[in-house]
């Protein structure tokens, strides 16, 4: 998985690309930890993911919980199959998806 | 029908779903069914791999086969540790708001959802679960 950050003021967004799984899910988890600090505005860019595992729903949600504390987080570019898993997981009610 | 058995570390997941995506590379099945599957085989063999045998390691058997008419790949994991049945655990409620929802407990729940039959049983001291999943 790639791994994309780019920062503008207090606006973050992250573009993922590859995979999201269990063994890529923590370097996702540790890139938040570090950057997180100071974003009111978090959007996350899937249009290049293929693929996320429950490993990675969590840190989505995790992601989530933080910024409803200082901001506000969206979720863009997740193609139909990545709908379906955010579908039955009710992962479409939690995140903001645009 | 193919078969591996390695010790069972989230490291060889990759060679767990080698086996399962090589299986379905035969049959022309949808991006889409095939991340439904890859999700239910690292949901399990993950879920082996933290748990059956902590805090040692212990080995896992995984066997895969395609079925005919209709068409369908039928996926079983096996392991000797701790007798466990996932498919008891009580569902997430999925309707919780983001503060409530606790961050887990959704691998189980989304291999349930998204296979067409999942079964588990406990014999001569193995844990032995199988999915079908329609092609």
Redesign the interface.
């Known amino acids: 998985m790639t791994i994309n950050k780019t920062t503008e003021d207090s606006k973050l967004t992250i573009a993922l690309e590859g995979r999201l ?3 890529t899910a923590p370097e996702l988890e540790a890139a938040l930890k570090d950057s997180l600090s100071g974003v009111t505005d978090l959007v996350f860019d899937l249009s290049a993911l ?6 990675g ?2 840190v989505l ?2 992601a ?2 933080t910024m ?1 504390k200082q901001g506000s987080m969206v979720v863009r570019g997740a193609n ?2 990545l709908m ?2 955010f579908d ?3 992962f479409v ?2 995140l903001n998806i645009e | 029908m193919e078969e591996l058995t390695l010790d069972a570390k989230v490291e060889h997941l990759d060679q767990v779903l080698a086996l399962v995506d090589g299986l379905l590379e035969k049959r022309d099945c949808p991006m889409k069914t095939q991340m439904q599957i890859d999700v239910a085989v690292e949901e399990l063999f993950v879920n082996i791999a933290n748990y059956a045998y902590t805090p040692q390691t212990g080995q896992a058997t995984v066997r895969a086969r395609l079925l005919d008419e209709p068409s369908a790949i039928e996926v079983t994991l096996i392991d000797s540790g701790m007798p466990y049945n996932p498919l008891a655990k009580e569902d997430p409620d999925i309707t919780l708001p983001v503060e409530e929802r606790p961050i887990g407990g959704l691998g189980i729940y989304m291999v349930k959802k998204s296979m067409d039959k999942v079964h588990y049983e406990h014999k001569d001291g193995q844990n032995v679960l199988t999915f079908l999943k329609c092609l």
């Open positions: 799984d269990t063994v293929e693929y996320i595992s429950s490993a729903l969590r949600l995790s989530q919980k409803n139909e199959d379906e898993i039955v997981t009710g009610d939690i």
